[in-house]
């Protein structure tokens, strides 16, 4: 997933000089299916590999190019490749994650929200455990922390299924203990009011609000201490 998200920033910015995408390394082959999936290129791109006898659900180094069209393509793009008989979930990245944690890894909220129209599955984890939920924590916003497209994007995942307290698996570490940290306190309180349980502790003991604490996110911590004193019905 980091190489994934340095290199969506390399890609942001050639877009934004006009410049042909990288290629991840070590792979030439991958030149021609990135260079269809820019935006610039429109649906056409993507049409002339589907004529030439790509497959949809090509796999591109560790990713599938679905999963690299969520990051760097429009949505108008993303769904001409769902259309065409990209599968929403299959094949995943080299950790077990589907293209709809890659978009929301790289805060493409307009391509996640394309991707659960046409039936990408809400409830998926990386091998390692890990949510849409996780990802989505961890994911700034062009201003900040938080944004309305983020939290409209974490009421549909929840609305969804999307496990509140699944743990990754090595750390033990929940949505909400990431939302802690990054002091998103929209995202704390969508949580809760969801049923995140806040007194789980990760593996080295710390629950939400002492990684709040500890990162110095006063607002979030507030908040955790005062919906660990609000009466339970």
Not at 8 to 19: D, G, I
Not at 177 to 190: F, N, P, Q, Y
Not at 214 to 219: C, H, I, N, S
Request: proline content about 6%; hydrophobic content about 45%; charged content about 20%.
């Amino acid at each position: 997933m980091t190489e994934l998200l340095n290199w969506s920033e390399q890609a942001a910015r050639a877009q934004a000089t006009n410049k042909p995408i990288p290629p991840l390394p070590g792979d030439e082959y991958a030149v021609h299916f990135l260079n269809a999936l820019a935006p610039s290129a429109g649906t056409a791109g993507i049409a002339r590999m589907l004529q030439a006898g790509a497959s949809p659900n090509a796999c591109l180094i560790d990713m599938s190019w679905l999963g690299y069209a969520t990051v760097i393509s429009t949505p108008a793009q993303v769904r001409y490749l769902l259309d065409r008989g990209a599968r929403p979930d299959e094949p995943r990245d080299s950790d077990g994650g589907t293209p709809l944690m890659s978009a929301i890894a790289a805060s493409r909220w307009d391509n996640a929200h394309v991707l659960l129209d046409l039936g990408a599955s809400a409830v998926a984890m990386t091998d390692g455990g890990m949510t849409a939920l996780h990802l989505l924590a961890m994911a700034s916003c062009p201003d900040g922390t938080t944004c309305p497209a983020k939290q409209s994007l974490a009421k549909r995942l929840l609305a969804m299924k999307t496990p509140v307290n699944a743990r990754v698996r090595r750390q033990g570490t929940t949505a909400l203990m990431l939302a802690a940290l990054r002091g998103d306190v929209a995202l704390i309180e969508l949580l809760l009011a969801d049923g995140a349980d806040p007194s789980l502790k990760n593996q080295r003991g710390k629950t939400a609000l002492m990684l709040a604490e500890q990162a110095d996110r006063r607002e979030a911590a507030a908040l955790l201490r005062q919906h660990g004193k609000a009466p339970k019905h």
